[in-house]
Each structure stands twice: as C-alpha cells, then as structure tokens.
C-alpha cells in the first residue's frame, strides 16, 4: 500500500530565507510525484511534478524538487521565500489506480 | 484555456438532505476525480470517471455517488447527509492517461448543520 509522510505539520520561515519541505513516500513501483499547493479556501495548484529522468524537477514560483529513490523522498525547495508563498503544501503520489494520494500537509507561514 | 470549474463554491445543507455537486473540466480531459477535504482526515480520493464511466473508487459509504456526462462534466451526490459530511469537496481534471498531471478546481464548501 502506498503512503506519503509530511513530517513537518507547521513551518515558520522569514521572507528571504531558503525553505525546504520534507515528503517520504512508500509505494511499490516508480512512483509518479507531486507538489500542490493550496491557499486558504482555494483548490489546489501543481506547483511540479516528477515521472522520470531528471531527478531535480523545476516548478513554477521559483519551486524546485529533487527526488531521492535511495532516500525514498522529494522533498520541495525555495532559495528565497516570499511573503505570497505562505500557504498550505501537500506532496502526493500517483496510485495505480489513477488518482492521488495525499501526505497530511505543512503549513507554512513566512515572517515580514 | 478555462479552468477547472466547480459550482456552487458554497453550500449550506441540513441533516438527513441530499446535495449535488458540479464539476466541469478542462476542455479535452476524460476524467473527473473528486477528493474530500477534512481537518481531520485531509484529502481523501472518493471516485474518479472517465468516459462516462466509473474507473475507480475510494473507501467511502454508497451515499456517495458520482455521474459523468457525455461532454465530461461530472456530478457528485450525498444523500442522506451527516454532519461529518461537512468538507471541502474537489474535483480534478485529467486526460486520464495519468501522465499529464490533475488540475484541481477551487471547490465546493458543504456545511451540514
């Protein structure tokens, strides 16, 4: 069965500073991955994804993700975050069925 | 291209009631998935479609229940509603071939009192 671990409930950064969002994944075959964004009561934006090849995925607003196979992770990066990136993050992976499974989340403020 | 619309974006229903919600997808995707929001369980996958075709389903109670159309815009229906029915409810649209990634709407906000 899959499963996705968000370790980081909450995260506090100051505007500027680099952030990183931890995502570990369990799941049996090359697992499809992705970071959604979502703010407070929107719907949820891909911010990047990963299928194959390139491990270190750029996405849009300046994201990028590495996928670790060895570590079982991919986790998020931002070298300097911006007040407007204060928001929910969910990383998820691809079933075999076609939909998405859905890590627990990590808020993140940013600090003026 | 339009996005991923979802109507109403709110709703406010009573116990024991039925609800019907909307999604219209990107124009040329196949499949419609719906996901449940809660605090307390975060997102959960109910069903997806493709086709007009129930394709898979999540571990919900049969008092969700979903439709497609034969332009793609999908329903979801709860009938006899509860108050942990309370939820944000998603859809997303996908080509359904699973490598295009989903695109989600904004929603629908179902408050059960």
């Known amino acids: 069965a899959q499963s996705v671990t968000q370790p980081d409930i909450h995260i506090t950064v100051s505007e500027g500073a680099s952030l990183e969002l931890r995502c570990n994944y369990s799941?049996?075959?090359?697992?499809?991955l992705f970071w959604y964004v979502q703010s407070p009561g929107q719907g949820l934006q891909l911010l990047l994804k990963?299928?194959?090849?390139?491990?270190l995925v750029q996405g849009i607003k300046g994201f990028e993700a590495e996928f670790k196979r060895s570590q079982s992770s991919f986790n998020l990066r931002k070298p300097s975050v911006h007040w407007s990136d204060a928001a929910e993050y969910f990383c998820?992976?691809?079933?075999?069925?076609?939909?998405?499974?859905f890590g627990t989340g990590t808020r993140l403020t940013v600090i003026p | 291209k339009a996005g991923v619309t979802q109507t109403p974006r709110y709703l406010i229903k009573t116990r024991g009631q039925q609800v019907t919600l909307s999604c219209s997808p990107i124009?040329?995707?196949?499949?419609v998935s719906w996901y449940q929001q809660t605090p307390g369980q975060g997102l959960q996958f109910l069903f997806e479609?493709?086709?007009?075709?129930?394709?898979n389903k999540g571990n919900f109670p049969g008092r969700f229940s979903g439709r497609q159309f034969s332009n793609s815009r999908s329903e979801m229906n709860v009938s006899t509603l509860e108050l942990g029915d309370s939820a944000l409810y998603l859809c997303?649209?996908?080509?359904?071939?699973?490598?295009?990634?989903?695109?989600f709407g904004s929603g629908t906000r179902l408050t059960v009192v």
């Open positions: 997303a649209s996908s080509d359904g071939q699973g490598l295009g990634g989903y695109t």
């Open positions: 799941y049996g075959a090359t697992p499809y």
């Open positions: 990963y299928f194959s090849g390139d491990t």
């Open positions: 998820a992976v691809q079933t075999g069925a076609n939909n998405l499974f």
């Open positions: 124009s040329g995707h196949r499949s």
């Open positions: 479609y493709f086709s007009e075709t129930q394709r």
